[in-house]
């Protein structure tokens, strides 16, 4: 992915993001977890962020909290909101 910054010169980010696209069909507030396939917590993208009604996108750059490249392996994420409920689904991510 390349980015233009104010002079337009393009910079490059390490490697892709990876995206996550979720629908909102009201205001409401989102939390969205990466965990390990054993269940440890990687990253949390969003803690309880008030958003509104729409389909916003959250993007993962393969990094934990710490900031160091996650390994290449299954992971889940769940999406949970304080009134639309709960989603969990399975990536897998290919690091160097």
């Given at each position: 992915l390349s980015q233009l910054v104010?002079?337009?010169s393009p910079t490059i980010t390490p490697w892709p993001e990876t995206r996550f696209h979720y629908e909102l069909p009201a205001a409401d507030v989102v939390?969205?977890?990466?965990?390990?396939?054993?269940?440890v917590l990687?990253?949390?993208?969003?803690d309880q962020v008030?958003?509104?009604?729409?389909?916003?996108?959250?993007?993962?750059?393969?990094?934990?909290?710490d900031g160091t490249i996650a390994s290449s392996g299954a992971y889940f994420y769940v999406i949970e909101t304080q009134n639309s409920g709960t989603v969990a689904n399975k990536m897998i991510l290919f690091s160097n």
């Open positions: 104010q002079d337009n939390t969205l977890k990466i965990y390990t396939s054993t269940g990687v990253r949390t993208l969003l008030p958003q509104s009604p729409g389909d916003p996108d959250a993007f993962w750059d393969g990094r934990t909290g």
